[in-house]
């Protein structure tokens, strides 16, 4: 505690949103990580590359349900001269054999089972005919010459051992951790899931269950961070939607501060006389307020009190939402070890006309369509920011960057995938 931001909306830090960004990721140090059991590490963040501590498969093994022979001794077999063998036994998968394949000879094999010594080349069973002459051994009619090493799995062939699996900073997905498994990492190291609380101002604002009386709205800002602050990874410890009251503000920043690696506050950062989080941001040392050139969401405060991300959010709903996506999603990425701090991003097209304004950086709602080999963007309704069914509609955020006056129909842009359309090309 200490005395803190300036109060005066003239006495802002102005900056452009490259700047903003570049301040929040400067300061948004990756936490320690932590080792969990592999089942447990779906979607965190792989903090040290896996090498493989042995190859893939880690035996030669059969691809196919069938017959193990030597391919030299079935070189000659046509469907009008086959080829007969004598049948040993059986190799089961998870079993070896006991000797090796001699001259003459053939052993019946599962798929996945490791082919005796000797033998090169498995048969399918579909291509073949057994046949057993009264008490003697069984025969096996071969009725084409195979390649050698049909069908055979060479070990190593998936990976090879001392190999990268999986490199570090990515996602761990399912199929990941299929693949490490098969390589015995029951444990692995990733990054530890921050802890945010979020703090929601407003004395408009009410529950989501409760009836609505003049001049309330039903608090839709706290549901929507919650579930976004989840999407990426990181963990809420702490929701909270409190009075217009500077003091309380204060206070319930001051707690959040001690149990959490980031706070986030919604609403009261603007220059109004009654805005509590900003009135309120006087108690702490540490924590800016910016007048940052995008839209939405220009009125902020960033800073970090007791060594933790502040970032304090405008109230409409579309500015938390842009805001979160813009600053505070790739901060809380960071903190977690992730390469990849963003949304994935796709080039589009813009469909029609869309004004926009140099030296402001622009994040417009937009929908999707495919046609004429391109991704073709449309704003999903009026860019206000007070407005919920744009963002509900939109399949991306739309970037016009600060350089660019506007869109003319036609021009290439970048966007951010919040969604893929229902519909996609083939």
């Known amino acids: 505690m200490g005395a803190g931001v300036a109060s005066s909306a003239a006495e802002r830090s102005a900056l452009t949103y490259a700047q903003a960004r570049e301040r929040v990721l400067a300061a948004a140090q990756t936490l320690p990580p932590e080792q969990v059991p592999l089942t447990e590490a779906g979607g965190r963040p792989l903090i040290k590359p896996v090498v493989a501590r042995h190859p893939l498969p880690p035996f030669r093994n059969s691809a196919m349900d069938g017959i193990a022979v030597r391919a030299e001794d079935v070189a000659k077999a046509t469907a009008a001269a086959p080829v007969t063998l004598r049948v040993t036994g059986t190799i089961a998968a998870g079993h070896v054999a006991a000797q090796p394949l001699g001259a003459g000879e053939a052993v019946r094999i599962m798929t996945g089972a490791m082919p005796p010594e000797g033998a090169d080349t498995v048969i399918p069973v579909e291509e073949l005919a057994f046949a057993r002459a009264g008490t003697g051994p069984e025969q096996v009619s071969v009725r084409r010459a195979p390649a050698a090493g049909e069908h055979i799995r060479g070990a190593g062939l998936d990976l090879a051992a001392g190999a990268v699996a999986v490199e570090a900073g990515r996602a761990l997905t399912a199929h990941d951790l299929a693949l490490l498994a098969s390589l015995g990492e029951a444990r692995l190291t990733v990054g530890r899931r921050p802890h945010v609380a979020v703090i929601s101002t407003g004395d408009e604002l009410v529950d989501i269950g409760a009836p609505l009386k003049p001049g309330a709205i039903r608090d839709s800002n706290l549901p929507m961070l919650v579930s976004l602050i ?91 939402a842009c805001v979160f996506e813009a600053l505070v999603r790739p901060a809380l990425r960071k903190l977690q070890g992730f390469a990849s701090l963003d949304r994935p991003r796709l080039e589009v097209r813009a469909a029609v006309d869309i004004p926009s304004r140099a030296q402001r950086t622009d994040f417009v709602r937009a929908t999707l369509d495919h046609r004429d080999g391109a991704w073709w963007a449309s704003p999903a309704g009026e860019q206000v920011s007070g407005h919920l069914a744009p963002q509900s509609r939109a399949h991306v955020l739309l970037v016009i960057p600060a350089e660019t006056e506007r869109l003319a129909a036609g021009d290439a842009a970048e966007a951010w995938l919040l969604r893929w359309p229902d519909e996609r090309p083939a």
């Open 230 to 320: 989840g999407e990426c990874g990181a963990r809420v410890v702490s929701a909270k939607r409190i009075a217009d009251d500077p003091h309380l503000v204060a206070k319930q920043v001051q707690s959040a501060l001690m149990m959490a690696d980031a706070v986030v506050t919604i609403g009261g950062v603007s220059a109004g006389d009654f805005d509590p989080v900003r009135l309120s941001l006087t108690a702490f040392d540490g924590i800016e307020l910016w007048r940052v050139a995008m839209r939405p969401g220009q009125p902020q405060a960033f800073g970090t009190p007791e060594k933790r991300l502040f970032f304090g959010l405008p109230g409409n709903p579309a500015s938390v």
